[in-house]
């Protein structure tokens, strides 16, 4: 493809799946070529370098957060759906809570979003720096939450890469942990034989905690 008919979207389209697939080790410029069908040289006539390319990307993956209507739900209902939604962007581009330690995020997709969770604490009687507190709250608790499936991701690349099954090695570090865990009964009593399973919080825990910090949030008000 040429750099005449490659456009900046098709760019960000295929670099978002490559990131997807691959992780931030395995986004370059050449691999991105391939799979554009052109020369590397050709993206950079639209992106200035690989920074530049990560800044774009993860802009626009902010595009997916639901911003719900101030005017049709309240605003604790609003930052419920928010959150979640924020989760689930997090948690099907493992990459960006990766690349929050190599980058700062801006763009005018992020910054629709930010401005609109701070509508939503605004909305629910925070003001000032107490409302961009309370936003900063929901955000970290929803990025620690959401850190288990980066490093997972980014582990198991990391595995196979070295020639070796990520399955095969969460089971030695299953049974490792089951040793660990000898004579410590609390502990103990909450491995299962299934090594897929290790390190798994319970379905319910990102919900029951998120409602929790709500409720925090909600009784300040009050």
Do not use: C
Request: hydrophobic share 45%.
């Amino acid at each position: 493809m040429a750099r005449e008919t490659l456009t900046k979207d098709q760019i960000i389209r295929t670099a978002i799946e490559l990131l997807d697939e691959e992780g931030l080790e395995g986004l370059n410029m050449r691999s991105l070529g391939k799979r554009l069908g052109a020369a590397a040289t050709a993206v950079y006539w639209h992106v200035k370098n690989k920074d530049d390319l990560v800044l774009l990307v993860g802009d626009q993956v902010w595009d997916e957060i639901e911003l719900p209507d101030l005017d049709a739900v309240d605003w604790r209902t609003a930052a419920t759906r928010m959150a979640l939604s924020l989760h689930a962007m997090l948690t099907r581009h493992p990459w960006l809570v990766q690349a929050f330690g190599y980058h700062l995020f801006y763009g005018p997709r992020k910054a629709r979003h930010d401005d609109h969770i701070l509508a939503v604490f605004e909305a629910g009687g925070f003001s000032g720096p107490a409302a961009d507190r309370a936003a900063a709250s929901v955000f970290t608790y929803v990025l620690g939450n959401a850190l288990g499936a980066s490093a997972t991701a980014s582990l198991s690349r990391k595995i196979s890469r070295d020639g070796r099954d990520p399955e095969e090695v969460l089971q030695e570090t299953m049974a490792k942990a089951v040793e660990a865990a000898s004579g410590l009964p609390r502990l103990q009593s909450r491995f299962d034989t299934r090594a897929a399973e290790y390190n798994e919080a319970p379905e319910d825990t990102f919900a029951f905690g998120l409602d929790s910090l709500l409720s925090g949030l909600e009784a300040r008000i009050a």
